[in-house]
C-alpha cells in the first residue's frame, strides 16, 4: 500500500512545476476560504474589471490608445453604475416593500381565486384539494414573513456594506483595468522563472474567464430587458422586479429558471387568475426561457468548454457551497479550471508497480 502511495506522488508531484501549482492552488483555496469577506470588494471589482477589459481591448484594436480607452469604458461604466445604485436600487427596493406589504391581499385573492377552482373544474380538483392548498400557502406566506422580518433587523451593516461597495468599487475597477500590465508583472515576479504551465493555464483560464463574465453579464441584460418589454406591456405588477429576477436566474444554470417560475406565476395569478392574461404571461416567459437556451446561450458561449450537465450543477452546488453568490457565479469557469488542470497536470508517464 505504501508503495503505491510513494508511486502515486512520484508520478503526479516529481515534477517542479507541478509542485508550484500545487502551491498556487493552496495559497488561492486558503485565501479564499478565510478572507472571501473581507476582500469581497476586490473580487467584485475584478469580475467588473474582466467585464470591461474586453470593451478597452476593442478600442484599442482601432488604436485608441490605452489610457484613453480605459478612461472612456470606465467613465461609461461609472455613469451605468451611478444609475444602478442611486435609480434602479430605489425602485427595486421601493417595487419590493410594495410587493411585501401587498402579498396577504393577493394571498387572500389567491384564495377565492383557488376557492372557485373546485366549482369550475370538478373533475379535475377536489374541495379538499383546495383547502389543502390553501393552508399550504398560509403556512409559506408565514415562514417568508419571518424571514423578511429576521433579514431586516441586519438592514444598518446591509446600508454600511453598500456605501463601503459604492466608493471602493469603482476606485479598484479603475486601477485593475490602468494598470493591469503593472500588476500582472508584479505577481508573476513572485514566481520561480520556470512556470510554463502555470502560465498556460492562467492564459486558458484568462480568455474563459473574461469570456465567460462577458456573456453571463449580456445574458442577464438581454433576458432581463425581453421579460420587461412584454410585461409592462401587459402591465403586469412588479414587472421591473420580476424582470430583474428573471436576468438574475440565468446566473444558476437549470435550477435558477426553475426557481424564479414561482413568483412569476404567483404575481400573474393573483392579479389576474386562471384568464387570458395569465396564460399569455406564462407563455411569454416560457419563449424567453426557450429562447435563453436554445439560442441565446449557444451565441454567447460557443467558444466555452463543453461540460456535462452533471458536471454543471455538481459545480454550482459545490462552489456555492463554499463561497455562496460568486461561487455559483463562477461555478462553470471554476469546473472549467478543474478541468483544465487535470489535462495539463504535469506527471510521469510510467506506472510500475514491480
Known amino acids: 500500500m505504501l508503495n503505491v502511495i510513494q508511486l502515486w506522488f512520484h508520478r503526479y508531484f516529481s515534477d517542479p512545476q507541478a509542485v508550484l501549482l500545487a502551491i498556487l492552488l493552496l495559497a488561492s483555496f486558503t485565501i479564499l476560504m478565510t478572507m472571501s469577506t473581507m476582500l469581497a470588494p476586490v473580487f467584485v471589482s475584478l469580475v467588473l474589471a474582466y467585464l470591461l477589459e474586453g470593451l478597452v481591448k476593442n478600442l484599442q484594436y482601432w488604436r485608441v490608445p490605452r489610457f484613453l480607452a480605459v478612461f472612456l469604458v470606465f467613465s461609461t461604466f461609472f455613469t451605468f453604475f451611478v444609475f444602478i445604485m442611486f435609480v434602479l436600487m430605489p425602485v427595486l427596493s421601493y417595487q419590493l416593500s410594495q410587493f411585501v406589504q401587498e402579498s396577504p391581499h393577493m394571498v387572500a385573492r389567491g384564495q377565492e381565486l383557488l376557492k372557485q377552482l373546485p366549482e369550475r373544474y370538478p373533475n379535475f380538483i377536489s374541495a379538499e384539494q383546495t383547502d389543502s392548498l390553501i393552508a399550504s400557502i398560509r403556512s409559506s406566506v408565514k415562514e ?19 456605501i463601503v461597495y459604492t466608493v471602493l468599487v469603482p476606485l479598484l475597477v479603475f486601477f485593475f483595468l490602468k494598470d493591469k500590465r503593472i500588476l500582472l508583472n508584479w505577481i508573476v515576479s513572485f514566481l520561480p522563472q520556470e512556470h510554463t504551465v502555470a502560465k498556460k493555464i492562467w492564459k486558458e483560464m484568462d480568455l474563459q474567464m473574461g469570456n465567460y463574465i462577458r456573456g453571463k453579464v449580456y445574458e442577464i441584460f438581454i433576458i ?58 406564462v407563455g411569454i416567459y416560457l419563449a424567453i426561457q426557450v429562447f435563453d437556451g436554445n ?32 461561487g ?22 510510467t506506472w510500475n508497480t514491480t
Open 328 to 349: 455559483v457565479f463562477f461555478a462553470i469557469p471554476l469546473a472549467t479550471l478543474v478541468k483544465a488542470l487535470l489535462r495539463a497536470w504535469p506527471r510521469t508517464e
Open 224 to 281: 432581463g430587458t425581453f421579460t420587461y418589454i412584454p410585461f409592462a406591456f401587459m402591465k403586469l405588477p412588479y414587472a421591473p422586479l420580476l424582470a430583474v429576477l428573471v436576468g438574475l436566474s440565468v446566473i444558476i444554470p437549470y435550477i435558477g429558471a426553475v426557481v424564479v417560475t414561482f413568483p412569476v406565476v404567483f404575481v400573474a395569478y393573483f392579479t389576474w387568475g386562471l384568464g387570458s392574461d395569465f396564460f399569455w404571461t
Open 295 to 326: 439560442i441565446l446561450v449557444p451565441l454567447l458561449f460557443s467558444e466555452a468548454v463543453n461540460l456535462h450537465p452533471v458536471a454543471i450543477i455538481a459545480a454550482v452546488l459545490v462552489f456555492g457551497g463554499l463561497w455562496g453568490f460568486w
Open 144 to 162: 417568508a414573513g419571518q424571514i423578511v422580518l429576521s433579514h431586516s433587523i441586519a438592514f444598518i451593516p446591509a446600508v454600511i456594506t453598500l
